[in-house]
């Protein structure tokens, strides 16, 4: 598992030196035939690829992956279902400092970030166990 968690931290650090989306300069694509198909395709790809590491790396437990998922929330500026994914990865991975680094985005702009933000704090802090934090933070 060491090197699952591995290659998800590479491809998802690797992900972020792309170029921002979803709406990768659509504005300046216009006048390129095709340009914004191409571009809505790799903004498309590129936020699922995301996601789906972060649910893997908080899923394997390896709190390696607390800090990039750490400074990820407090540096990138993510699609909505990639941001609202962190804090329950990190919420998993109990890692001691992520707590404090939580404790600060507690209003985040986003509605779904910051409700798992909650979540995630409130297993971390002991107000709730596991169970009732996957409950909570279920898709559908």
């Known amino acids: 598992l060491a090197a699952a968690v591995d ?8 992900s972020q030196a792309e170029l921002p989306y979803p709406d990768i300069a659509v504005g300046d694509a216009e006048d390129q035939p095709g ?16 996601r789906a590491c972060v649910t893997a790396l ?3 437990g ?24 962190i804090p329950i990865a990190l919420g998993r991975l109990g890692a001691p400092s992520s707590s404090a680094m939580l404790r600060r985005f507690v209003d985040h702009a986003e509605v779904n970030t910051r409700r798992n933000i909650r979540h ?8 709730i166990d596991r ?6 933070v279920a898709v559908g």
């Open 62 to 85: 390896d709190q390696r992956a607390a800090p990039p998922l750490e400074h990820a929330l407090c540096h990138i500026d993510d699609f909505f279902p990639v941001t609202s994914q």
């Open 7 to 14: 290659d998800l931290l590479a491809l998802f650090t690797a």
């Open 131 to 136: 169970d009732t934090f996957e409950r909570r």
């Open 120 to 127: 995630a704090l409130d297993l971390l802090e002991g107000r």
């Open 58 to 60: 908080g899923r394997l």
């Open 35 to 50: 340009a914004v198909e191409a571009v809505d395709e790799i903004a498309v790809k590129r936020w699922r690829v995301r």
